[in-house]
């Protein structure tokens, strides 16, 4: 039995900036001939003093749920997609290159990191209060900060349009892209992004007791809720997980059509199984089973705590809503 800071295989602390930035550059290095590495450790070492707030123009994460191992998480799928992308093009599909892997490790390692309140932000006390807004954010971000560390022009603005693919501020196939390899990386970030949350082995207890309070900050829950009804409503955080099994479904159907079906690359790097669909599916089947239920006392794994001790947590009465 893996345990809750580890990754679907059971092999990688997901709560650990380095040991996910060792196994990434070990995949890069596997694909690639002597490629640059520098660009993917200082992406790395960046992103950890950012979450931890030692960057001095942003405060150290303070949303519980889109929290440093979920963006870890969301990494270490998406250089395993790359990576089973690349192991198993057949009939002429366009290889993929260096500066490509690099990119979309760099959007997956970002892609979250419109939920960080900058310094002078006077207006916002929770990033969760950024949750419409985040993937924009995190666009603008990553426009900036991918020519900081060395990359073009043109991959700095292909690396902030794959960010969308993570949201929902635009339809997947409305996303302008110059070529089908790039749409094919956006389309690894989106799946990276559910297959990784829902495969966690926490991921229910999160979603209760973390992403229904971000939700509430983000006016997508409790009484506050003011987005259009397009969007699910959700009344507590047990109700969260009794829809889980109807969000699943509505995954699915992302990743099959928008997502075009990237999570079989999966397959292709573990050798065969789906380590991340499997979870997944084990997931909400415990969810189904919980719906009979009057709340989800049986969810009681631990899920791991990444925020700094100074973090202001959420008041208690978000939880109750």
């Known amino acids: 039995m893996r345990p809750n800071?580890?990754?679907?295989?059971?092999?990688?602390?997901?709560?650990?900036?380095?040991?996910?930035?060792d196994e990434v550059i070990r995949l890069f290095r596997a694909l690639?001939?002597?490629?640059?590495v520098r660009p993917l450790t200082r992406a790395f070492?960046?992103?950890?003093?950012?979450?931890?707030?030692?960057h001095p123009d942003y405060w150290p994460c303070d949303t519980e749920y889109h929290d440093i191992q979920h963006v870890l998480d969301v990494t270490l799928a998406m250089?395993?997609?790359?990576?089973?992308?690349?192991?198993?093009?057949?009939?002429?599909?366009?290889?993929?290159?260096?500066?490509?892997f690099t990119v979309g490790v760099a959007a997956a390692l970002f892609h979250d990191i419109g939920y960080l309140r900058r310094r002078n932000d006077h207006k916002h006390r929770y990033g969760a209060e950024y949750t419409l807004v985040h993937v924009s954010r995190g666009s603008m971000f990553l426009g900036r900060y991918l020519r900081e560390i060395g990359l073009d022009e043109h991959l700095a603005r292909l690396g902030a349009t794959l960010v969308h693919f993570?949201?929902?501020?635009?339809?997947?196939?409305?996303?302008?892209?110059?070529g089908t390899l790039e749409r094919r990386l956006g389309q690894m970030l989106g799946t990276a992004d559910i297959i990784a949350q829902m495969a966690d082995r926490c991921y229910l207890e999160k979603c209760r007791d973390r992403l229904f309070p971000e939700f509430v900050l983000g006016r997508l829950a409790g009484q506050a809720y003011t987005v259009a009804r397009t969007l699910p409503a959700f009344a507590s955080g047990d109700d969260l997980v009794h829809k889980t099994p109807g969000f699943y479904q509505g995954a699915s159907k992302r990743l099959n059509l928008q997502l075009a079906r990237s999570y079989e690359y999966a397959e292709r790097h573990f050798g065969g199984d789906n380590l991340y669909l499997e979870a997944m599916q084990k997931n909400v089947r415990y969810a189904e089973a919980l719906t009979r239920a009057t709340n989800s006392e049986a969810l009681r794994r631990q899920p791991p705590y990444t925020l700094l001790p100074e973090v202001v947590p959420y008041p208690k009465d978000l939880v109750s809503l």
């Open 166 to 178: 993570t949201g929902y501020e635009r339809p997947a196939e409305s996303i302008r892209l110059a």
């Open 79 to 100: 250089a395993r997609l790359m990576d089973g992308y690349e192991r198993s093009r057949a009939n002429g599909a366009e290889p993929l290159t260096a500066e490509l």
């Open 45 to 54: 070492r960046h992103a950890a003093r950012l979450y931890e707030g030692r």
């Open 32 to 36: 690639f001939e002597r490629p640059a």
């Open 5 to 21: 800071d580890y990754d679907v295989s059971g092999s990688v602390r997901t709560t650990d900036p380095a040991a996910v930035g």
